[in-house]
Structures are given as structure tokens and as C-alpha cells.
């Protein structure tokens, strides 16, 4: 199993590994009115210019410090009931051509406390080609917890993914996952998630606790 300072990727193949994590919203359907653009939920653009301040601009640096325009997806997320840790079936779709692929999945079983700020992130990963016939499976067997559809942009800044998401149901989000290797320590993890949130612009009190799931089954407010 690996470590992360928390992050996803598009459908990767197996892999373990720990990764520290940083969700921070940028806007939501119900953001005040100083924002450049509000929302309904479940709307899916991807431009900027519909993005709030912050947003926009996170957008801005990520693509200068990747060097590129990054990659789109779509994702949805079934989650599990498990005993402990969390426990999703991923089916993934990489917008080609005003279209989405299918057959991509991930079975994904992480550990991460419910906490502001960068958190330590136990992930492991195995891929699949049938992701809607798994989940349907392990839904029968096992009770489905919730689900979480999302638009992801993801850059590759160093050894961190940024994701700018936007979530059905909760608005967008920025979220830094530092992929840390053998070598590395969460310390080590922490410093470059924090460094990346000064160029980002991101702030403290940005910061928000729980993932997406939480903040769906809580009603869409962060805590």
C-alpha cells in the first residue's frame, strides 16, 4: 500500500502508494454575489471565465506550471460500505471529440482522516475494464454509501496532481495531491503542498475538511 498528500489521477493501472491531500473550494451554486459567475448545480462547463476569482486563477498557474492545458475527465464515484478506510468503484471517461470513453475503471480503498489542511493518504489501486458491471456487484454485495460525479481538469505540477473539479451537486473545487516516493516523508509531502498553495494563491481558511462524499451527505456545506 502507498502514501499520498491526497490525490486522484485518470485510471492509472494497479498501484499503491501514500499521497497528501488538500480540497479547497473555490465557488459553489450558492456563492455571494462578488463572484464573477454563480452557477446551478449539475452544469458542467469548463472554461474560466465561469470559474470564480480564484478558480480562474488557480487555472492560470496550473497551466503555466505544468506547461500545458491539462486533461479533462469525468468520473463518477460509487462508494462502498466498508469496514474501515473508504472503498470506490471509479468509472472513468476522457472527453475526446465532444466524446466520452468507457470501460475504464478503478477499484480504489484509501485511508485518510477527516481533517482541514493537508492530510496523509493511504491509497491502493486496481484497475478494471468493467467498472458498471463491478459496481454492480459490490453494491449488492456490499451497500452503496453514496456517489460523487465530478468534471476534473487535471495538471501535473513536479510530483503533484492539481485537479480543478467540478462537483454535481456541491460547485468547484481545487484539490493538490503530492504523490510522495519511498524517499519522502509526509513532512516533506506537507512542504510542497504548501509551497504550491502560495503560487496557487490559496489561503487557510480556503482550506475545507471531509471529501466530497462528506460534504454531499452533510448537504453540500463544508465544515
Known amino acids: 500500500m502507498g502514501r499520498t498528500f491526497r490525490q486522484s489521477a485518470p485510471c492509472p493501472r494497479g498501484a ?10 473555490t465557488e459553489s451554486p ?23 476569482a480564484q478558480g480562474a486563477r488557480a487555472e492560470r498557474v496550473a497551466e503555466r506550471l505544468s506547461g500545458g492545458a491539462g486533461r479533462a475527465l ?24 465532444g466524446g466520452v470513453t468507457d ?7 484509501y485511508e485518510c482522516p477527516d481533517s482541514e489542511g493537508p492530510k496523509l493518504s493511504h491509497y491502493s489501486i486496481s484497475p478494471t475494464a ?43 473545487f481545487l484539490e493538490l495531491e503530492v504523490v510522495l516516493s519511498e524517499q519522502q516523508s509526509p513532512e516533506d509531502g506537507e512542504r510542497v503542498a504548501r509551497r ?3 503560487e496557487l494563491g490559496v489561503q487557510e481558511e480556503d ?15 463544508p465544515t
Request: with cysteine; glycine share 16%.
Open 16 to 25: 499503491a502508494g501514500s499521497a497528501i491531500g488538500l480540497p479547497i473550494r
Open 30 to 52: 450558492g456563492a455571494r454575489a462578488a463572484r464573477p459567475v454563480r452557477r446551478g448545480r449539475g452544469e458542467a462547463p469548463q472554461d474560466a471565465a465561469e470559474r470564480g
Open 74 to 97: 469525468t468520473q463518477t464515484d460509487t462508494f462502498l460500505r466498508a469496514p474501515r478506510g473508504r472503498l470506490k468503484l471509479r468509472d472513468c471517461g476522457v472527453r475526446a471529440g
Open 103 to 109: 470501460g475504464q475503471g478503478q477499484l480504489i480503498f
Open 130 to 172: 468493467d467498472p458498471a458491471g463491478l459496481v454492480a456487484v459490490l453494491s449488492e454485495a456490499l451497500g452503496v454509501q453514496g456517489v460523487v460525479k465530478k468534471e476534473r481538469r487535471l495538471y501535473m505540477v513536479g510530483q503533484t496532481r492539481v485537479h480543478l473539479d467540478r462537483v454535481e451537486g456541491l460547485g468547484d
Open 196 to 198: 504550491l498553495m502560495e
Open 207 to 221: 482550506l475545507v475538511a471531509g471529501a466530497y462524499l462528506d460534504l454531499l451527505l452533510a448537504g453540500g456545506s
